[in-house]
């Protein structure tokens, strides 16, 4: 958990820095654009490209029965929302997911707090609603398979997917 | 006497199932039996018991299992005690010796014959009081070997209603979700576990089966496109439609008593809400607007009201509110995690999941007193739904490790235990009366 948030921390340091200076009109597709969004320092901001942050950072982790995108996951949103401003062909799926603990219709509606509060702070960060479509895996697809509190945890996630 | 043929129906039904692509099959049904079988196991002894005997029924091979199929119903109830009824030798023309089987114990007896001619079978069967000395009930009714169990289950269904004065539930059917390591698969089965059906086969999660009123339809969420979709199917022909497919979730289909409409959960505007639909999928109306979560609609059977899950109040808790819309009232006040109600066929009372020291427990509310009863110890039991006749509920839950299908008396004194044979299965709802 804590080398995770260490990671997450530097790249949205990173981010944070880029989108001071990213007022360079962006390539608006997207979906074909490996490189054409590469920053100074040799980062790609390219959603397809399994080297870009983009691609990298993806999911916000949510604390027991919290539906708030903590603080340390502020940054991660802010990356995309930033790329999606700039790039406003391009649709995202925002997939929110719980526990396994309690019943299935419960869950969805729980996991829909998780990824309505991701695709709410994207929007006030400038990202037009069409962009975005915010659902809910709820407990049926579980990442961590267990029943440990880690496996829980792993599971208490919101992920941004990007739409080809 | 009353005739009756259970043939015909049930057969079209299945047969006419076809195939479909995009990674899931509708499984033509007569083909497909599921493999799993489900196993009975009842713990737990009723307060009342109608002390019965069922004799073996005379004439053809097959005549065994008629009333096999009829003790298993009425010993699953929990209302009933078998008296042992060996070397009785009755036929469905026996006069009976009132006298000895009350003194054996019996205060009900039934018995029969089957008959056989060709692929057909003739059952006859009757049903007497012992103590009042006259005959309670008879009946003949036809079918192929296919239709054997049917029948056995609507002679159980006239004993159990002759006898309690409440309509028996051994005819109707059970749908539920099995998980294995290939995928998931929307089942049928009878109301004794017996002869599961698949009617849809999808490698991504099914959820919220649910039965339309008559019986004809089952809607349910698949997350086949990606995303929850409510799909409508029509068991008698497998066709299928998505029948809400908006922006985020479309979950938690429930029927209005008269079929005509649905409540479901949408997330279109942020987190789930609770619309109405007409049951074609037409004029989408939105219920009320909540701040926080409104889902697991369930109409009463008056279809004026909808009872729900909401967190509005900090922990989820079930309210009720108009179908049109207006104040919600708040139903349940013990303990911090109340979800998944269902309302009684009577109205009177709700079952749902609530959450006690960590465990998933199913319990009822009489909503007259708002006193509340535990039904089940858990750990792990979840989606209760009632009985057509509201004397019984079917949930999930995890015993000794496994998933299993259980069913417990309304006052938690007898419970049973339809066990799956391989799979997690999930999300039970029991069907409605059909004949």
């Not at chain 2, 009684?344 to 960590?358: A, C, E, F, K």
């Not at chain 2, 938690?412 to 069907?431: D, H, I, M, Y």
């Amino acid at each position: 958990m804590s080398s995770r948030i260490t990671r997450t921390l530097t790249i949205a340091a990173f981010a944070a820095s880029l989108a001071a200076c990213s007022s360079v009109p962006l390539d608006q597709n997207g979906a074909n654009g490996a490189g054409s969004d590469s920053a100074s320092a040799g980062q790609v901001m390219d959603p397809f490209n399994p080297q870009s942050p983009l691609a990298q950072q993806r999911s916000v982790y949510f604390d027991f029965d919290s539906y708030t995108v903590p603080e340390q996951y502020r940054s991660v949103v802010e990356m995309h929302a930033n790329y999606l401003t700039s790039h406003q062909a391009q649709k995202v799926r925002v997939e929110g997911n719980t526990d396994a603990r309690g019943s299935s219709e419960y869950n969805l509606a729980l996991g829909q707090r998780r990824s309505d509060a991701v695709a709410r702070m994207m929007k006030l960060l400038g990202v037009n609603a069409n962009q975005i479509e915010a659902i809910s895996y709820g407990k049926e697809r579980p990442k961590a398979q267990g029943n440990t509190e880690a496996d829980y945890a792993e599971n208490r996630r919101a992920d941004i997917n990007y739409q080809r | 006497m009353t005739v009756f043929t259970a043939s015909g129906f049930i057969g079209r039904l299945w047969r006419r199932a076809t195939t479909a692509g995009l990674g899931l099959a509708l499984a033509a049904v007569a083909s497909t039996t599921a493999h799993a079988q489900l196993r009975v196991d009842i713990s737990g002894v009723g307060a009342t018991q109608y002390p019965i005997a069922i004799a073996d029924f005379s004439g053809a091979a097959s005549s065994t299992s008629t009333p096999e199929v009829i003790r298993a119903d009425l010993t699953r109830s929990g209302q009933f005690r078998l008296i042992n009824a060996a070397g009785a030798n009755l036929t469905a023309q026996s006069s009976v010796d009132y006298g000895s089987w009350q003194s054996r114990g019996a205060d009900y007896l039934a018995y029969g014959t089957v008959a056989q001619n060709g692929g057909q079978y003739t059952v006859s069967y009757r049903l007497v009081d012992n103590v009042r000395k006259s005959e309670l009930d008879s009946a003949v009714f036809s079918g192929g070997e296919a239709e054997m169990r049917r029948i056995a289950h609507r002679i159980a269904d006239r004993i159990y209603e002759k006898i309690t004065g409440v309509r028996g539930v051994f005819s109707t059917r059970i749908a539920y979700v099995l998980q294995t390591s290939n995928g998931y698969e929307l089942q049928i089965a009878d109301a004794d576990g017996q002869n599961p059906q698949v009617m849809l086969r999808s490698k991504q999660s099914i959820i919220s089966p649910t039965w339309s009123p008559d019986g004809s339809k089952l809607a349910y969420v698949s997350f086949e496109s990606g995303k929850s979709v409510i799909y409508v199917q029509t068991l008698a022909n497998a066709q299928r439609q998505p029948i809400s497919n908006y922006k985020g979730n479309n979950s938690a289909p429930a029927w209005s008593p008269d079929g005509s409409h649905m409540a479901i959960v949408l997330s279109m505007d942020g987190i789930s809400q609770i619309y109405t639909i007409n049951a074609d999928g037409s004029n989408l109306r939105r219920v009320m607007r909540s701040p926080l979560i409104d889902t697991e609609p369930n109409y009463t059977p008056d279809g004026q009201s909808l009872v729900f899950t909401s967190d509005r109040g900090g922990s989820p808790q079930i309210y009720k509110v108009p179908a049109a819309g207006g104040d919600a009232q708040r139903l349940t006040f013990s303990g911090s995690y109340n979800i998944s109600p269902r309302v009684s066929p009577d109205g009177q009372q709700l079952v749902y999941v609530t959450r006690r020291n960590g465990a998933f427990r199913i319990a009822s509310l009489s909503l007259g007193s708002g006193s509340e009863q535990i039904l089940t110890d858990g750990p792990d039991d979840q989606s209760p739904s009632y009985a057509p006749n509201g004397m019984q509920v079917l949930y999930s839950s995890i015993q000794n490790g496994r998933s299993v299908l259980a069913v417990t008396s309304i006052d938690g004194r007898v419970r049973q235990t339809l066990s799956v044979l391989n799979g997690k299965v999930r999300e039970p709802a029991w069907g409605p009366f059909t004949n």
